[in-house]
């Protein structure tokens, strides 16, 4: 069929999307410009901001992929001061930026779950509840999800990382901590509480098909989520997964693959909330805004304090980690006004989708 055709389908299936990531030349260009248009149809030229805190690298699991695996004892470990994240949430709010993103390393112990709930209740106290508060703390149970909401978290971000069982053996140990059925059970949690759940994949796996990638996307659908993050995966050489690095496309193909995929789910899910991950910008100077021309709309600019942003190296060579906040905020302007996009300042900008379904 040609890609015309699919593009013009209502509804996709499995060969279409299959038959989409896999366009290349005219066809891909097609695709990006179709995923543009729905885009700007349905959610304007807005780009919305969440300032990211990477609040601690310590972390009690060992991801295969992951830099700050607890295994990896060449890394520094840090948290982040109460003050401190509350400078970076006052930045964050200065700076007109509308939300901030609480990230870390995975620990589920009484003390980090009552100084995330404090946390949370000071940060909802700027400027008398400015802020839109999203978590990144992985796998948790129901109550302590439930906890952080009570206290002013509405997003939470759990990337399901692959929705094939078998993938995700693939890139994490197979054992109790790193449990499949676990994740896909907080996702649920995170959805029946009422966080706006976001998920998503990394791209570019060893072992990773096309035909996963298309499960990936209909994952997300299947899920009805309202936000999803998609980064091409970044070999980090302090990692088991790193001995596949030259096994795996190159990173050129990996961002290819990445905004194709961005690309096809804002087709399928024209309202929700996309972010231009970092990681785009790691494998390509241009790569955030690579992601926001094939239908991405949040970016995350980094509020960490930079003289801990080089222990927070989830993988190598991330972008920004020298750059100032400050600096990023003007940067990202002149980058977005470049390609025809605008910052929606002092707006939680929370996901069209998700506020149509609940209103
Ligand atoms: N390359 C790309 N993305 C990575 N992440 C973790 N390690 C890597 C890597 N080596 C992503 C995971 C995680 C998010 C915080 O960062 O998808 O959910
Ligand atoms: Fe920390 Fe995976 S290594 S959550």
């Not at 015309?4 to 260009?29: F, M, Q």
């Not at 009805?224 to 993050?229: E, I, K």
Request: charged content about 25%.
């Amino acid at each position: 069929m040609p890609i015309t055709e699919i593009l013009s389908k209502p509804l996709l299936e499995k060969e279409d999307i299959k038959t989409l990531l896999a366009a290349k030349g005219e066809d891909k260009k097609l695709l990006l410009d179709k995923a543009l248009q729905t885009k700007l149809a349905y959610l304007d030229n807005h780009v919305h901001l969440r300032g990211l805190i990477e609040y601690s690298n310590i972390c009690t699991k060992y991801c295969l992929y992951c830099g700050v695996r607890c295994k990896n004892i060449k890394v520094t470990r840090y948290q982040l001061t109460d003050e401190e994240v509350m400078e970076c949430a006052q930045l964050a709010y200065k700076l007109g930026y509308g939300s901030v993103a609480l990230q870390s390393g995975e620990r589920s112990d009484k003390t980090f779950i009552d100084k995330i709930t404090y946390l949370v209740q000071e940060i909802k106290k700027i400027g008398n509840g400015s802020l839109g508060i999203t978590l990144s703390l992985g796998e948790q149970t129901e109550e302590t999800y439930r906890r952080w909401f009570e206290a002013g978290a509405h997003r939470y971000l759990l990337r399901i990382e692959s929705s094939n069982e078998d993938l995700y053996y693939k890139i994490h140990p197979r054992d109790a901590k790193h449990d499949f059925h676990q994740r896909l059970a907080c996702i649920d949690s995170l959805l029946k509480i009422g966080y706006q759940t976001g998920t998503g994949v990394m791209v570019g796996l060893p072992f990773q098909t096309l035909d996963d990638l298309a499960d990936d996307l209909l994952f997300f659908k299947e899920k009805d989520v309202a936000m999803v993050g998609m980064g091409p995966f970044i070999p980090h050489p302090d990692t088991p997964l790193y001995q596949y690095a030259d096994q795996i496309p190159s990173a050129q193909e990996r961002m290819e693959l990445t905004l194709k995929m961005i690309a096809v789910l804002r087709l399928m899910m024209p309202e929700i909330n996309m972010v231009a991950a970092t990681a785009n910008q790691t494998v390509d100077p241009q790569g955030r805004e690579k992601a926001i021309l094939a239908g991405a709309n949040v970016i995350m600019p980094n509020l960490t304090p930079n003289e801990f942003r080089e222990n927070y190296l989830i993988y190598p060579d991330k972008a920004c980690v020298n750059d100032k906040p400050d600096e990023c905020h003007s940067c990202l302007d002149i980058r977005l006004a470049a390609i025809g996009h605008k910052v929606l300042y002092n707006a939680w900008g929370d996901s069209v989708a998700f506020t149509k379904k609940h209103s």
